[in-house]
């Protein structure tokens, strides 16, 4: 089965081209898909951070303006003259056998560009769509793994679906979202921990505002965070600031990082009223981006490992564009390695970790369990009825 992706909720443009191989279908009393490969014909991303730059974050009509230039520009690179009354041959003949496209959560005015799009070429093609959920791609972009048998081989890039032990816990970290999902199965979700306020990318691009550098924000932290040096005698850089750790003992699994945000803004403001200037040197803003990453790290972890012990969990998968961060992805890998319980970590590849399209097309397989259910065909009234959901909530 041949898949087209369509990924538009925020300020990343992508589109993917899979190929999906079910290689065996394993019954674990919940009708689970497994042993599936993947092989990824295309992986496009055309990323809007110049356009926001100088908004200091995502503009949701400019979202939109870029993915309406972006999406026809995509596809007839896959498929040339798509939208003509006879198109030419292209690279892969015919046209796919299902689309599946992002409806939610992100902002809807860029979310119903990837759904319009989607809907016009599956009426044209007479293919069916399924709508998938942004963050179950993040889930499952972490499953998947490449062929290494076929690193070599440049006609043909293959990811293999990993498989889980279950229960699994989930922990989701964007711009937008940081939740812990607790899966029994690859199809059954439940939100056990979420965020208050601001999700903790949304908090490295605040904290990055205020230190006054660049969006986005994330890696300009942790580039200034990995500077710091704690007790090194011959720079004499003593670590003097301490930030809180949001929530860490709050007895559930929420998280909460305005405050933290704020404790960087008054601490900065404290700063320059003792000292009677008007910026920071650059020691200062190494020093507090080092102790926001490391407050931000310890309290991901500690909320994870509740999660893991509250829930039995035997698999942990970590998604979304924060576990970009080398710090939070080194610390997890250490802590799971010393952890008594035998929890397997599963952490995506780097090109999966951002929005990308090629998550949506596994995602939106698996949720439709190969194109059987869950699909919406043209004139349908769920097709005509299908609409962007920007507080959508694992299919909820």
Same mark, same amino acid.
């Given at each position: ?47 809007? #951070? ?125 711009? $937008? ?29 605040? #904290? ?8 986005? $924000? $994330? ?39 305005? $405050? ?7 601490? #900065? ?48 998968? #970590? ?78």
């Amino acid at each position: 089965m041949r898949i087209l992706a369509i990924e538009t909720s925020c300020d990343e443009t992508a589109m993917s081209l899979l190929e999906a191989n079910l290689t065996e279908v394993k019954p674990r009393g919940t009708g689970d898909l497994t042993s599936v490969k993947f092989n990824l014909l295309a992986h496009d991303v055309a990323s809007q #951070v110049t356009v926001h730059k100088e908004w200091g974050g995502v503009v949701p009509m400019l979202a939109k303006r870029e993915h309406i230039i972006n999406l026809p520009i995509m596809l007839e690179k896959l498929f040339p003259n798509s939208f003509s009354p006879n198109p030419e041959p292209n690279t892969y003949q015919l046209a796919p056998d299902l689309i599946t496209v992002t409806c939610g959560p992100g902002l809807e005015p860029a979310l119903w560009e990837g759904i319009n799009f989607a809907k016009k070429l599956a009426a044209k093609w007479n293919i069916s769509i399924v709508a998938t959920d942004h963050m179950h791609g993040h889930i499952v972009s972490a499953m998947l793994k490449l062929n290494s048998k076929l690193k070599n081989n440049k006609s043909k890039i293959e990811y293999e679906l990993q498989t889980l032990e279950f229960p699994a816990i989930a922990l989701l970290i964007s711009g $937008g979202h940081t939740q812990l999902v607790l899966m029994q199965s690859m199809n059954n979700f439940e939100i056990v921990g979420n965020t208050r306020d601001d999700a903790v990318g949304e908090a490295f691009d605040k #904290v990055a505002r205020i230190l006054g550098l660049p969006y986005p $924000g $994330g890696p300009e932290i942790s580039k200034l965070a990995s500077q710091f040096k704690p007790n090194n005698l011959e720079t004499k850089q003593p670590k003097t600031y301490i930030l809180p750790r949001p929530m860490l003992h709050s007895g559930d699994l929420d998280f909460s990082f305005s $405050g933290l945000k704020t404790a960087v803004l008054y601490l #900065v403001k404290r700063i320059k009223e003792e000292n009677k200037r008007e910026e920071l040197t650059q020691e200062e803003k190494i020093e507090i981006a080092y102790e926001f990453e490391q407050a931000v790290t310890e309290v991901l972890i500690k909320k994870t490992a509740a999660a893991i012990q509250m829930c039995a969990a035997k698999s942990l998968l #970590v998604g979304g564009g924060v576990i970009a961060n080398k710090t939070i992805s080194n610390r997890l890998r250490d802590w799971i390695s010393k952890s008594r319980d035998l929890i397997s970590l599963y952490l995506p590849d780097q090109k999966f970790t951002g929005d990308n399209a090629t998550m949506i097309g596994v995602a939106g397989y698996l949720h439709s369990k190969g194109g059987t259910v869950n699909t919406l065909a043209p004139g349908s009234h769920l097709f005509d009825k299908l609409k962007a959901n920007g507080n959508l909530c694992l299919y909820k």
